[in-house]
Every structure is written in structure tokens, then in C-alpha cells.
């Protein structure tokens, strides 16, 4: 008699902004039948950017709601702690260039009274990943800033670092992590350290580096995902 089909525990929905980010996964998943760890997988591409990743998240999860979303991408870091290549997963996130900047001082909108600090999806201003599986993780957990343009620029930098004392930049996170929040879906970012936040000599990133680590990672720690 034929063996009988593997029973899915749970639909994964596997979020990047670029396809050359989860490559090696995609193709991995591919030769499984997209089935990985006894969880059935599903791909969403999002494009670069706050807007495109809130539309294309959004527009999917209303479609249908899987069990558990993960995003997965490539990051820049201001923590020299962390090294090229490093792998981590995001614990909050929050929205870098949203409020004020006056006389070359920034402030959030919390600090300018347009919104509270607790007004949900925040918690303390922040976009806090209250997923109980990210405890038993092996990787390092970090704090995260979401900008629209990489920072390149010491005024910046030192902005981001003075306001929200960042381990990481990203362009899509925070509004992942808000999407998320708000339809009440577990959710886990994953990020891969490719250069130093302000280091726009690409020979010296670790791209390739940082998109193989990821994608082994990415396989390795939600095999045995609950």
C-alpha cells in the first residue's frame, strides 16, 4: 500500500523582501513539497519598504491565517558586538524616522504627544514580539530600528543611537511586527548581520555570508518550531 501523506502540524508563512534573501530555503522547501519539519510552507515576497511590506503582509493574511509568520532578511548593525554573518532574531522593533527633527535633535511621536507610548500595537513605543517560543531559542535576541532610507550619515546614526539605542537597522521590520500584533498572529524576525550601520563600501559586507547563515538558521531553528 502507498504510505500515507504527512500530516502538516501547522501552515508557516515565510515573509522577505527579496527573493535573494530566502533563495536557498526557497529551494530547499521546493524539494520537499514545501513541507519542512512537519509544517507546511507557504512563500511571500514583499518588496523593499514599509508600504510594501504592510500592503503585501496585510493583503495575505486576509486570505488566509497561518499558524505562525516569519520573516527572514538581511540587517546592518550599529552593535560592533555583533559580527558580519551573525544571525539573530528581533525581540522589538519601532519606526526610526517617525516624529520630529528640530535644530538637528529628533523625537518620536510619543515624546510630541501625537500618540501614546501604550496605545496599542505599542508597548512603550515599541512593537514587542510576545511570541513565549522565542524564549527557547539559540540565537541572541536584539532590539531593532526600522528606517525608509539606509543610514549613511553620522547626524543619523547618532539619532537612531540616541533615541532608541538600536542593535539593528532593517527597512521592513517594525512594520511587520505591527501587522502582526495587530491580527494577533505568532510571528518571529529573523535577521542576518550583512555590514556595519554607516558602511557603504560594499567590499567590505558580508552578504553572501550573512544570506547563507540566515537561511541555514532559518531551517535549522523552526524545524522542531511548536
Not at 558586538?81 to 511621536?109: H, M, P
Amino acid at each position: 500500500m502507498p504510505a500515507e501523506p504527512e500530516i502538516c502540524k501547522m501552515r508557516i508563512l515565510l515573509v522577505a523582501a527579496t527573493e535573494m534573501e530566502i533563495s536557498p530555503a526557497m529551494q530547499s522547501l521546493a524539494k520537499n513539497g514545501w513541507v519542512q519539519g512537519g509544517h507546511e510552507w507557504s512563500i511571500l515576497i514583499t518588496g523593499v519598504g514599509q508600504v510594501a511590506t504592510t500592503w503585501a503582509l496585510t493583503h495575505s493574511l486576509n486570505t488566509g491565517r497561518p499558524g505562525l509568520v516569519v520573516q527572514a532578511g538581511i540587517a546592518g548593525t550599529f552593535n560592533e558586538r555583533l559580527a558580519l554573518g551573525t544571525v539573530v532574531y528581533v525581540a522589538k522593533d519601532c519606526f526610526g524616522d517617525l516624529g520630529l527633527e528640530e535644530n538637528g535633535q529628533f523625537s518620536t511621536i510619543f515624546e510630541n504627544g501625537f500618540a501614546g507610548a501604550d496605545d496599542a500595537p505599542f508597548t512603550g513605543g515599541w512593537l514587542v514580539n510576545g511570541n513565549p517560543a522565542l524564549n527557547g531559542m539559540a540565537i541572541e535576541g536584539v532590539n531593532a530600528v526600522t528606517v525608509n532610507k539606509v543610514t549613511d550619515n553620522v547626524v543619523q546614526r547618532r539619532q537612531l543611537v540616541d533615541a532608541f539605542n538600536p542593535d539593528i537597522e532593517t527597512m521592513e521590520g517594525a512594520a511587520f511586527h505591527y501587522v502582526c500584533i495587530k491580527t494577533g498572529i505568532p510571528f518571529i524576525q529573523l535577521r542576518a548581520i550583512s555590514n556595519l550601520v554607516g558602511e557603504r563600501d560594499k567590499s567590505k559586507w558580508m552578504l553572501q555570508e550573512a544570506v547563507d547563515n540566515l537561511n541555514k538558521t532559518l531551517l535549522q531553528v523552526l524545524q522542531e518550531y511548536k
